[in-house]
């Protein structure tokens, strides 16, 4: 049985749980609460001491990157490949698994200077620095607080935008003359790329493409539309939550002029 530490807003995770569904794999569920600092709990520091997930445990392997866990879960099962039989293809589905790095950071920036921002600085300054303190990745820690401290004045923030805007237009590039990244079916690249286009929906930043890019639109709109989004997303976020996410970001996005450019 495939064991996932994971948590219900984690964009990394939530691109694990669409391979997940899009395999019809049975799994078992170890919520980590990110929210309330479970991830630093030593029982789980013990299992991945970066602190993250998610953490994906078969037999004796562990697994702690997203891209490589959704790929590894997509060979177990050959008859349902996600990844295209094309070795150029093949590649090319790397190479969206590995610019994943920069969308997490990206996205990451836009989530800790709007949504969590708001949560964060709900919390007492004791809270917050031993929050800091806690992070193993003191270069990340830096960063957070940056963001918390301030908002959409961070230096960050526009760069994550930027990064953001270019990643949807590579999308759109990639889909001049097909309906999916990779050609005429769904494949691992949807799964991979997926959650941190919805996280950047989720804080208000969906003109990003929305006004420039229609076959990119659409394109999301068919992701959208699978069994498999739903699955991986509803059970673990509910209409609140999403209402909050959306609320903080468009506070913190739509009403500073320093980003109309972008939206």
Avoid at 113 to 138: I, T, V
Avoid at 215 to 244: C, G, H, N, T
Wanted: charged share 25%.
């Amino acid at each position: 049985m495939l064991k996932l530490y994971h948590g219900a807003n984690s964009v990394c995770s939530i691109k694990v749980r669409l391979v997940l569904e899009e395999k019809a794999m049975a799994w078992e569920s170890h919520h980590i609460d990110l929210p309330s600092g479970q991830q630093f709990d030593p029982d789980f520091l013990a299992l991945n001491p970066r602190a993250f997930v998610p953490v994906l445990i078969h037999g004796d392997l562990i697994l702690r990157e997203s891209s490589v866990i959704a790929e590894y879960i997509d060979a177990l099962d050959p008859a349902t490949a996600l990844m295209p039989a094309d070795l150029g293809k093949q590649a090319l589905t790397r190479i969206w698994g590995t610019q994943c790095l920069e969308y997490h950071d990206s996205v990451n920036t836009l989530t800790f200077g709007s949504y969590q921002r708001q949560m964060l600085l709900a919390k007492s300054p004791e809270e917050r620095e031993a929050r800091f303190a806690a992070m193993p990745d003191q270069m990340r820690a830096k960063k957070v607080q940056d963001l918390v401290e301030n908002g959409a004045a961070s230096p960050h923030m526009t760069v994550a935008i930027e990064r953001m805007a270019r990643l949807c237009a590579e999308i759109d590039a990639s889909l001049d003359g097909q309906d999916w990244l990779m050609g005429d079916s769904y494949s691992l690249a949807e799964a991979l790329v997926t959650a941190y286009i919805f996280r950047t929906e989720c804080v208000g930043l969906a003109g990003l493409w929305e006004s420039r890019y229609p076959r990119m639109s659409d394109w999301y709109q068919r992701v959208k539309a699978r069994a498999s989004f739903e699955a991986a997303i509803a059970p673990w976020l509910d209409k609140p939550a999403m209402d909050k996410m959306l609320n903080a970001g468009k506070e913190t996005f739509l009403n500073d002029k320093n980003f109309a450019s972008y939206l």
